[in-house]
C-alpha cells in the first residue's frame, strides 16, 4: 500500500472523494457539503476510482485505508496519538485502527528518549506484529547502536532466509540468536538457537526442524560450562530420544 504526502491528498480522485471519506467517518469538517452516505452506489463507483491504499488527512493524525471485499469498497479510519515529555520532543506515537495497532505504510508504534533518538520501532497489522521481508521490531540501546531485532510475520517469528531473533548487549557483541518459520523453531543447515555468555563463550547450541528438536549425525543439545567445558548433551531426533554414536557413550 501506498501513502500521501498531506499536501498531495487531493491530488489523488476527485475532491468529492476525500469528502465521503471524511464525511462519513468524522475525519475533518465537510464544509457543511452534502455527501451521501458510503453505502450509496454512487459514492461507490466514485470510491472505486481511487487505487487501494492509505490516506493521510492534513492532520498528519488521522488516515483512511482503501481496501476492496466482495467487489465493494472498504473502508478503515485510523488514528495516530502522539505523547510528548515535558520538553515538548515526541516520547510516543501508536497508530490504531478499532482500537487495535496497525499501520500498512510504515511503524506502527515508535519511542523516542528524551534526547529525541528513536529507542522502539514495532510494525504492526490488525493488532499483531507483522512485516514481511523486514524486520518487524527493532530497540536500540543509550548509545544508539542495535540491540533487539525481530521477525514476525501475523504475529509469529518467521523468516526463511536468517536467524528470525538476535539481542546484542552493551557492547554489541551477539549474545542470543534464534531461527524461527511460522512461528516453529527452525533451521536445517545449523543450529536454531545459540546463547553466548558475558565473555562471548558459547554457552547452549540447539538444533530444531519444525519446532521439534532435530539433528542427525551429532547432538542436538549442548550446553557448556562458563569455562567453556561441556556440561551438558544430548541426542533427539524429530523431538525423539536417539542413542548417540558409538564412540560419544560413556
Avoid: N
Wanted: proline share 6%; glycine share 12%.
Amino acid at each position: 500500500m501506498r501513502g500521501l504526502d498531506p499536501k498531495e491528498e487531493r491530488t489523488v480522485g476527485s475532491s468529492l472523494v476525500f469528502l465521503a471519506l471524511r464525511a462519513v467517518y468524522g475525519a475533518l469538517p465537510v464544509d457543511d457539503e452534502v455527501v451521501p452516505p458510503a453505502e450509496d452506489e454512487l459514492v461507490q463507483s466514485v470510491l472505486s476510482t481511487i487505487p487501494p491504499g492509505v490516506y493521510y488527512a492534513a492532520s498528519g493524525t488521522e488516515f483512511i485505508e482503501v481496501g476492496e471485499t466482495g467487489g465493494r469498497v472498504v473502508l478503515s479510519k485510523g488514528t495516530c496519538v502522539r505523547t510528548y515529555y515535558g520538553t515538548g520532543r515526541l516520547r510516543e506515537e501508536v497508530w490504531r485502527v478499532d482500537g487495535k495497532c496497525h499501520r500498512a505504510d510504515g511503524p506502527a508504534y515508535r519511542m523516542w528518549d528524551e534526547a529525541g533518538h528513536l529507542r522502539v520501532e514495532t510494525w504492526h497489522i490488525d493488532g499483531k506484529e507483522h512485516r514481511a521481508d523486514e524486520p518487524s521490531s527493532r530497540r536500540w540501546d543509550e548509545a544508539g547502536r542495535l540491540c533487539v531485532e525481530m521477525w514476525c510475520v501475523a504475529g509469529k517469528y518467521h523468516r526463511v532466509d536468517g536467524p528470525s531473533y538476535r539481542r546484542w548487549d552493551g557492547a554489541g557483541r551477539l549474545r542470543v540468536e534464534t531461527w524461527c518459520v511460522a512461528g516453529k523453531e527452525h533451521r536445517v543447515d545449523g543450529p536454531s538457537y545459540r546463547c553466548w555468555g558475558e565473555t562471548g563463550r558459547l554457552w547452549v547450541e540447539m538444533w530444531c526442524v519444525d519446532g521439534k528438536e532435530h539433528r542427525v549425525g551429532g547432538s542436538s543439545y549442548q550446553l557448556w560450562y562458563g569455562a567453556g567445558g561441556l556440561c551438558e548433551e544430548r541426542w533427539r531426533v524429530g523431538g525423539v530420544p536417539a542413542d548417540p554414536p558409538p564412540c560419544s557413550r560413556k
